[in-house]
């Protein structure tokens, strides 16, 4: 360890429990991922809350020592704990963890960094509040601030989070703390209110970037509807462009009763639904799902189900819905050992009531057990942490607009590309709005293999620099592809180098994340 580094380090345990410290060589977890890259970590701190954040931003500045802030670090296929380059000091804020504020007739949380799905699901059972929590498919113990400020999206009735988000309070490079122009000493709280505050909205620049240290966010939850209708819908190969513009159809016409819709790969359901059995309903395979959810109460939910059921005849071949009643009877038949089914229907059940309760709120880790571990074997009975459980997993998930012109050569160029270097076509295509597409693509590969290693790495930057070549731009990147995506000579790329500049003029946070070295 340097000088400089061990100077910090003394200054810093004068205001924080050495317990709460990691030194270089203890800190070689946050090295792992499951990208299979490394950059090596200078240290890890645990602040308890901003106070603490803001000395020792304070400190960092004075040594020159780089921060690389985390919510928990779980994020799954796109870097985890790890920062952008070698040699940060990582600010972890699991140990963040107040649910700070939650006005129940609005359904508005205030939160810290360190809040997972699974506390906010169990806070809201806890205080019998009818709200749905965000959930993602990244598992319980994800952080519902991270998954905000990466722009995530989800299942459930707000699908795009960081739409959800009314305000956020952040410590800058500097030690002052950031917040909106609402954000004052009364009592009215109207930050918590009003989203887009007054004069230039500047909240939005903590997303996706390296502008500060978020530390508290405000979130508006939805309430629970009556009735949730999980509908399904298998589409053949050459109904896929009739089913776009089918589903583009019920996304105008249903707008604001129906949660995130779905295209589905058959091989994706393989791997994400029953990766044992290879089978979905049936033996015969359909090359396309289609998933939604409808909300309202028990009459409005129902005669939209009617009508969205007119509309996907059209374009598929058979359709499947789950209502809270049917859900809640299936539980019965599942419990008391009434359903005359074989373990691998069974199974394939138990895995829809699970993808129902997810659009309701209810965090499951089934989803990500069946995805991310189809070749590490997933440990039993604990948190999964594909990060430390050894899987190897790069996501990419470009943007497509929601014209089948576009999806058709998207998805042609990904299947060849995939198809070089030996990985499975997994691709599900999720409806943003009636206007674009967001294409997620698992490449799952073995670590401890390092031929397959270095395919996936090639075959991530082919389909980076292929798709970004024809405009397909990924919505959110990992450390695996940070260097890929800013274009020097783009007038973002220099405005948003400006801004940093500007807000953090000796690059001491998170540097290279949204931005260049």
Same mark, same amino acid.
């Given at each position: 360890?340097?000088?400089?580094?061990?100077?910090?380090?003394?200054? !810093?345990?004068?205001?924080?429990?050495?317990?709460?410290?990691?030194?270089?060589?203890?800190?070689?977890?946050?090295?792992?991922?499951?990208?299979?890259?490394?950059?090596?970590?200078?240290?890890?701190?645990?602040?308890?809350?901003?106070?603490?954040?803001?000395?020792?931003?304070?400190?960092?500045?004075?040594?020159?020592?780089?921060?690389?802030?985390?919510?928990?670090?779980?994020?799954?296929?796109?870097? @985890?704990?790890?920062?952008?380059?070698?040699?940060?000091?990582? !600010?972890?804020?699991?140990?963040?963890?107040? !649910?700070?504020?939650?006005?129940?007739?609005?359904?508005?949380?205030?939160?810290?960094?360190?809040?997972?799905?699974?506390?906010?699901?169990?806070?809201?059972?806890?205080?019998?509040?009818?709200?749905?929590?965000?959930?993602?498919? &990244?598992?319980?113990?994800? $952080?519902?601030?991270?998954?905000?400020?990466?722009?995530? *999206?989800?299942?459930?009735?707000?699908?795009?989070?960081?739409?959800?988000?009314?305000?956020?309070?952040?410590?800058?490079?500097?030690?002052?703390?950031?917040?909106? &122009?609402?954000?004052?000493?009364?009592?009215?709280?109207?930050?918590?209110?009003?989203?887009?505050?007054?004069?230039?909205?500047?909240?939005?620049?903590?997303?996706?970037?390296?502008?500060?240290?978020?530390?508290?966010?405000?979130?508006?939850?939805?309430?629970?509807?009556?009735?949730?209708?999980?509908?399904?819908?298998?589409?053949?190969?050459?109904?896929?462009?009739?089913?776009?513009?089918?589903?583009?159809?019920?996304?105008?016409?249903?707008? @604001?009763?129906?949660?995130?819709?779905?295209?589905?790969?058959?091989?994706?359901?393989?791997?994400?639904?029953?990766?044992?059995?290879?089978?979905?309903?049936?033996?015969?395979?359909?090359?396309?799902?289609?998933? @939604?959810?409808?909300?309202?109460?028990?009459?409005?939910?129902?005669?939209?189900?009617?009508?969205?059921?007119?509309?996907?005849?059209?374009?598929?071949?058979?359709?499947?819905?789950? $209502?809270?009643?049917?859900?809640?009877?299936?539980?019965?038949?599942?419990?008391?050992?009434?359903?005359?089914?074989?373990?691998?229907?069974?199974?394939?059940?138990?895995?829809?009531?699970?993808?129902?309760?997810?659009?309701?709120?209810?965090?499951?880790? $089934?989803?990500? =057990?069946? $995805?991310?571990?189809?070749?590490?074997?997933?440990?039993?009975?604990?948190?999964?942490?594909?990060?430390?459980?050894?899987?190897?997993?790069?996501?990419?998930?470009?943007?497509?607009?929601?014209?089948?012109?576009?999806?058709?050569?998207?998805?042609?160029?990904?299947?060849?590309?995939? &198809?070089?270097?030996?990985?499975?076509?997994?691709?599900? *295509?999720?409806?943003?709005?009636?206007?674009? *597409?967001?294409?997620?693509?698992?490449?799952?590969?073995?670590?401890?293999?390092?031929?397959?290693?270095?395919? &996936?790495?090639?075959?991530?930057?082919?389909?980076?620099?292929?798709?970004?070549?024809?405009?397909?731009?990924?919505?959110?990147?990992?450390?695996?592809?940070?260097?890929?995506?800013?274009?020097?000579?783009?007038?973002?790329?220099?405005?948003? =180098?400006?801004?940093?500049?500007?807000?953090?003029?000796?690059?001491?946070?998170?540097?290279?994340?949204?931005?260049?070295?």
């Amino acid at each position: 360890m340097n000088e400089t580094l061990e100077s910090f380090y003394q200054q !810093i345990e004068k205001i924080i429990d050495p317990g709460r410290i990691k030194r270089h060589i203890e800190a070689d977890s946050y090295n792992i991922n499951t990208t299979g890259l490394r950059n090596d970590v200078a240290g890890v701190i645990y602040p308890k809350d901003e106070h603490e954040i803001v000395q020792i931003v304070q400190h960092a500045k004075t040594y020159g020592v780089k921060l690389y802030p985390i919510s928990k670090g779980n994020n799954w296929g796109y870097g @985890g704990k790890t920062p952008n380059i070698p040699r940060c000091v990582v !600010i972890d804020m699991s140990r963040m963890s107040k !649910i700070l504020d939650f006005d129940r007739d609005v359904g508005v949380v205030t939160l810290q960094p360190g809040v997972t799905h699974a506390h906010l699901y169990d806070y809201l059972q806890d205080n019998k509040l009818e709200y749905i929590v965000p959930t993602i498919g &990244a598992g319980p113990q994800a $952080s519902i601030l991270g998954n905000a400020l990466e722009r995530g *999206f989800g299942q459930a009735p707000i699908m795009d989070h960081f739409s959800a988000v009314i305000s956020l309070k952040a410590v800058l490079s500097d030690g002052s703390i950031y917040t909106s &122009a609402l954000h004052t000493p009364n009592t009215t709280k109207l930050h918590r209110y009003f989203k887009w505050g007054v004069g230039p909205y500047i909240d939005g620049l903590f997303t996706q970037s390296n502008f500060g240290i978020v530390v508290e966010m405000s979130v508006r939850l939805m309430k629970k509807k009556e009735e949730s209708i999980l509908f399904m819908a298998k589409v053949p190969e050459n109904n896929f462009d009739k089913a776009i513009a089918t589903v583009l159809d019920i996304s105008v016409n249903y707008n @604001g009763s129906i949660g995130n819709i779905i295209f589905i790969s058959n091989e994706r359901i393989k791997i994400a639904l029953d990766s044992k059995s290879n089978k979905y309903f049936s033996r015969k395979e359909t090359p396309w799902l289609i998933i @939604g959810t409808i909300y309202g109460d028990r009459g409005c939910a129902k005669a939209i189900y009617k009508g969205i059921r007119k509309k996907l005849k059209a374009c598929s071949t058979q359709q499947l819905s789950f $209502s809270k009643r049917k859900v809640q009877l299936l539980r019965f038949l599942l419990k008391h050992s009434f359903l005359n089914f074989s373990k691998e229907v069974c199974l394939q059940v138990e895995h829809l009531i699970k993808l129902y309760d997810l659009g309701r709120g209810k965090p499951t880790q $089934s989803f990500l =057990k069946n $995805s991310a571990y189809t070749i590490t074997k997933a440990p039993q009975e604990k948190n999964l942490n594909p990060d430390e459980d050894g899987v190897g997993l790069l996501w990419y998930a470009p943007l497509v607009p929601a014209k089948p012109e576009y999806v058709r050569e998207f998805r042609e160029m990904c299947k060849n590309i995939l &198809a070089k270097y030996n990985f499975k076509y997994a691709v599900s *295509f999720s409806l943003f709005s009636h206007l674009c *597409f967001d294409a997620t693509l698992p490449i799952i590969f073995d670590k401890m293999d390092p031929e397959m290693t270095q395919n &996936a790495y090639k075959c991530y930057e082919e389909l980076f620099l292929t798709s970004k070549e024809r405009g397909f731009i990924p919505y959110r990147v990992g450390i695996q592809g940070m260097r890929f995506l800013v274009d020097k000579e783009h007038t973002f790329w220099k405005i948003n =180098k400006k801004i940093k500049q500007a807000l953090d003029p000796d690059n001491m946070i998170s540097p290279g994340r949204y931005d260049w070295i």
